[in-house]
């Protein structure tokens, strides 16, 4: 299995910063790379596809880039709405896996 | 639009058959080619894929879970469905269907991806 590893496990921030965490695959997944948020009590939400496509919806202050093994997403200018847990997901190779997520929390 | 809708028990016993069904409304999946997955989620912890199916009715299936896990598709009803045998403690989590339309095995306009999210039914395996 592509194990995937996101640091950190959480950060604290406050609204207007921007951050950035990262998210590593055991082995190459090319840009087979998906962002999903997910808030206490809901079904997770797609962000990014395929390591740095916006989907339909989701506010510009969210990018995402890498290929290969590393990856990153960024939200720039920090909402309320974006205090979140942040998963990514390879779709590479069976079985799909996740990393393990990082929770942004309100500093 | 389309959206999944995931029911079956709340409580089970330990070495029950756990089954789940996810309906999708909005729109038929007999229409389109459908890419559909269960994942699961302890609580406090994070996201475990079980498995997919094609509405073609191609499946695959994570290893971690064994010969326990089996994922079926109905085109005539919309619905697709997960069994997993011989539960344990260990099973309980919430519960996701999860998908994306307009894909094959060779394709998938959001690289396999899932846009469409039940919003996931607690399942407690309890004696």
């Known amino acids: 299995d592509i194990q995937m590893t996101q640091s950190p496990s959480s950060l604290s921030a406050s609204v207007g910063d921007s951050v950035t965490f990262t998210c590593r695959a055991s082995?190459?997944?090319?840009?087979?790379l998906n962002w999903y948020q997910q808030k206490p009590g809901k079904a997770p939400t797609l962000l990014i596809y395929?390591?740095?496509t916006l989907q339909t919806g989701v506010p510009s202050r969210f990018s995402g880039g890498g290929y290969g093994t590393d990856f990153s997403l960024t939200i720039s200018g920090l909402q309320p709405e974006d205090f979140a847990t942040y998963y990514c997901?390879?779709?590479?190779?069976?079985?799909?896996?996740f990393g393990g997520g990082t929770n942004v929390e309100l500093k | 639009q389309v959206q999944l809708q995931e029911s079956g028990p709340r409580l089970m016993e330990p070495s029950q058959t756990l089954s789940l069904t996810c309906s999708v409304s909005?729109?038929?999946?007999?229409?389109?080619?459908?890419?559909l997955t269960w994942i699961r989620q302890p609580a406090g912890a994070g996201l475990e894929w079980i498995g997919r199916?094609?509405?073609?009715?191609?499946?695959s299936y994570n290893p971690s879970l064994g010969s326990r896990v089996t994922i079926s598709v109905d085109t005539s009803t919309s619905d697709f469905s997960l069994k997993l045998t011989s539960v344990t403690a260990a099973d309980t989590a919430v519960y996701y269907c999860?998908?994306?339309?307009?894909?094959?095995?060779?394709?998938?306009?959001?690289?396999?991806?899932?846009?469409?999210w039940g919003q996931g039914t607690m399942v407690t395996v309890s004696s």
């Open positions: 199916i094609y509405t073609s009715g191609s499946t």
């Open positions: 997901q390879q779709s590479y190779n069976m079985p799909l896996t």
């Open positions: 909005g729109g038929s999946i007999s229409s389109a080619s459908y890419y």
């Open positions: 395929r390591a740095s």
């Open positions: 999860a998908g994306a339309r307009d894909c094959t095995e060779d394709s998938c306009p959001l690289g396999w991806a899932s846009d469409l």
């Open positions: 082995e190459t997944i090319r840009t087979f």
